[in-house]
């Protein structure tokens, strides 16, 4: 057993709270590997963001258990010496499916877990929601839980068709299972193809698609029925046009990829939504920063020419993120 205390790690709960009445999102970045742990780190210690260090089953597989511990303690002493005094970093399971991955998780030092039960009938994802918090709230590891069904392909996660949160749902469900947040669904997609072409309409002038807008009228109910619960935004990436461009043309693939518009998100992130999780964009700014070295440099084989500019890509990209979007920049000094 391991505490994430001993780590110099948070759990969500003060930076949930603030961020609510502050009018912000606090940004869950999800993580694989180095260079990626890398510009997460110092795109928050430059702007002084409090940050969620996400792990997926499918980054935990990839990463090791471990090893991805010991990275965000790193994570943690790294801040430091770049000059963040107090930095405030969570380390988060993403999308839990079972009570013994949690738990695991719990007993190897993460601050965070989500318990992702929102395939599941209602009261066995309200039994296996419950057992989990019991778990680890003993340990004050903070827990997520999901009503509603997001659509889109995320590691393991996978579902055709989408279903709103139901807002007459969340007073029940977040009482019986003590949860400290509740993702809940109202458009928002996994991957970078949230949306197939016939959803969307098309700008006239530019061709680009243009997604239907997210259910705010669902977030409303969801805020009005537990006013001042964080409610959590998956699949929030926005998918930028110039990332996807650069990609498409130095020999990659991605027709029609489409995310949410980052105006949809800004105004989200002054509700309740105090957790919006970004995890394609930097994928792609990965990707882009990546293919054009390839392009520009066939005979490079060195990967820290093309690691390092992927690096700075992202950096790049999570300050955007935490500036222009969430508004989180300066809220952990
Ligand atoms: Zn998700």
Known sequence: MVSYKELGLVNTREMFAKAINGGYAIPAFNFNNMEQLQAIIKACAETKSPVILQVSKGARNYANQTLLRYMAQGAVEYAKELGWEHPQICLHLDHGDTFELCKSC?????????????SLPYEENIELTKKVVE??????????????????????????ESHYTKPEEVIDFATRTGCDSLAISIGTSHGAYKFKPEQCTRDPKTGKLVPPPLAFDVLDAVMEKLPGFPIVLHGSSSVPQEYVDIINSNGGNLPDAVGIPEDQLRKAAKSAVCKINIDSDSRLAFTAAVRKVFAEKPGEFD??????????????LYKHKIIEVLGSNGKAE
């Open 303 to 316: 990967p820290r020419k093309y690691c390092g500019p992927a690096r700075d890509e992202m950096t790049k």
């Open 106 to 118: 719990v007993d190897f030092g993460f601050s965070s877990v989500m318990i992702d039960g929102s």
């Open 135 to 160: 778990y680890a709230h003993q340990f004050d590891v903070t827990v997520e839980a999901e009503l509603g069904v997001l659509a889109g392909v995320e590691d393991d996660v996978q579902a055709e």
